[in-house]
C-alpha cells in the first residue's frame, strides 16, 4: 500500500514518547509499504532528524512551524470569540495545507495517517481512506489537569477547553474512516465523548504503543542503588505537575526512611519550579536533557511515573520494562498496560502509599530485581512493535473498505 502518514513532530530520535511511539510504527510500515512522511518541523535540527528517516520512507517532506507567546496570545483571543479548541487552533498551519493539497494532486494514496489529534484537521478532507491514530484521548488529559487545582483562573480555563477539545475530538474522529486507541481506557472516554456529542465512532482498533524490547539490552544496574530516577520530558505539564507533586509531598517521606537516597529529574526543557528542586535540596538533581541516559539507568533504584493528570499510554514505563528497571507508579501513570501491581510493579496514589513502595524497593534490591524480571517478559512478549504493528494493518484494512464504501465526496469540517 501507498501510505500517506502526518506527524506534528519529526520522529526521531525517538527520545520521547509520541517519537517512540510514531518511531517504532514507521519500522514497521517501512518494512512492508511504500511510505511518505509529512512532519512539521520547528529547527534545521529537526528538519535533518526528519531527513534521516529516509531509510525507512519513500519520501520525506517537512514544513517550518513555530509557536510563541504572541501567537498563543492571538490564538487564545481568537479561542475565546470563536468557542474552538485553543490547543487545536495554535496548531493551525496553512503552509501544511498547501503543500497537502499540491502533494495529492500529484501523487495517490491508498492510505492517509494522521498521527495524533493534532493532525486529524489536515487529514480529514484528504483523498483516500483516512486513519486517525489517537495517541491519547486528549479530552481526558486536560479535564484530568483541570481537576488538580491551581489558581481559579487557570482552572476555569482548563474546563472550559476540557469541553470544548471533547466535542472537537468527538466530531473529528466521526470523520474518519477508522480509528486506533492505543488502550481500552482511552477508547472507553473517545465512546463517551461521541455520545456526548451525538455522533459514533469508525471502526476502531485498539493497538497499543510498541517499543523495541527486543532490541533494547536490559540494563545492568549496580547491586544496591540509592536514585529515584524521573525520565520524562520537562515541557509537558502533566509530567511536571508529577515531579513538583512528587519532590514535595513524597520525597521528604522517603527520605526520612532511607536518608542517603537521591533523586535525579532527567527531561528536556525543566521550567524554573522544577530547576529550583536542585536549589533547594543537594539531593535532588535536574539534569535537563541527556543524550545517553545509561549511566542514571545504571544508578538507578526505581523509575518513578509520579502521573496524576494524563491519558493514553506512558512511554517511559515501556521503555522502562523493556530496559529491566524497577517501577513506582500511580493508578494513572501506568493506565492502559497490562500490569499487574506487586508482579510487574509497585503503585502508590497517595504520599505515603507511593513513599512505601519507594522505601521496599530501597531496602530490598531484590525485590527490584524480580519486578524488573518480570516487566522485561511483558515487554517482549506483550509491547515489541514486531509483535504489536502488524495489527494496524486490520485497521487500514476496515478503513479501505469504509472509504469505498463513502466515495471520493467530503464536506469540510469545522476547526
Known sequence: ??????????????????????????????????????????????????????????????????????????????????????????????????????????????????????????????????????????????????????????????????????RYEASICARFDALLAVSEPDLRFLELAAAEAGTSLPPTAVVPIAVDARGEAPVQRIAAPRTILSMATMFWPPNVDGVLWFAHEVYPLVKRDVPDVNFAVVGARPPAAVRRLSEDDPSIAVTGYVEDPRPYLEQTAALIVPVRAGGGMRVKILEA??????????????????????????????????????????????????????????????????????????????ALARAEARGPAASPVNL
Not at 520525506?60 to 468557542?83: E, K, N, W
Not at 493508578?331 to 521496599?360: C, K, Q, S
Not at 519486578?371 to 494496524?392: F, H, I, S, T
Request: glycine content about 6%; proline content about 6%.
Open 321 to 398: 520494562l523493556a530496559r529491566g528497571l524497577p517501577i513506582v507508579s500511580t493508578t494513572i501513570g501506568y493506565e492502559g498496560i497490562d500490569l499487574t501491581p506487586g508482579e510487574h510493579l509497585l503503585v502508590g496514589d497517595t504520599p505515603n502509599d507511593f513513599a512505601a513502595a519507594l522505601v521496599r524497593i530501597l531496602r530490598d534490591p531484590s525485590l527490584g530485581q524480580r519486578l524488573a524480571a518480570a516487566g522485561r517478559r511483558v515487554a517482549e512478549e506483550r509491547y515489541d512493535w514486531r509483535v504489536v504493528n502488524p495489527r494496524v494493518e486490520e485497521a487500514y484494512a476496515a
Open 1 to 166: 500500500m501507498r501510505i500517506l502518514v502526518l506527524t506534528l513532530v519529526a520522529p526521531y530520535p525517538p527520545d520521547s514518547g509520541p517519537k517512540v511511539k510514531t518511531y517504532n510504527l514507521l519500522q514497521y510500515l517501512g518494512r512492508h509499504h511504500e511510505v511518505t512522511l509529512v512532519s512539521l518541523v520547528r529547527s534545521e535540527q529537526e528538519r535533518a532528524h526528519a531527513e534521516s528517516l529516509r531509510g525507512l520512507c519513500k519520501a520525506v517532506y517537512t514544513v517550518p512551524f513555530q509557536r510563541s507567546r504572541l501567537r498563543d496570545v492571538q490564538h487564545l483571543l481568537r479561542s475565546a470569540v470563536t468557542g474552538e479548541s485553543f490547543i487545536m487552533r495554535r496548531d493551525a498551519s496553512p503552509e501544511l495545507e498547501a503543500l497537502l493539497r499540491d502533494l495529492v494532486r500529484r501523487e495517490t494514496f491508498d492510505i492517509i495517517h494522521a498521527d495524533q489529534l493534532n493532525m486529524a484537521r489536515f487529514a480529514v478532507n484528504l483523498p483516500g481512506a483516512r486513519v486517525l491514530d489517537e495517541h491519547n484521548a486528549v479530552w481526558t488529559i486536560v479535564a484530568r489537569m483541570a481537576r488538580h487545582g491551581g489558581p481559579l483562573p487557570k482552572r476555569l480555563f482548563l474546563e472550559l477547553e476540557a469541553r470544548r477539545l471533547r
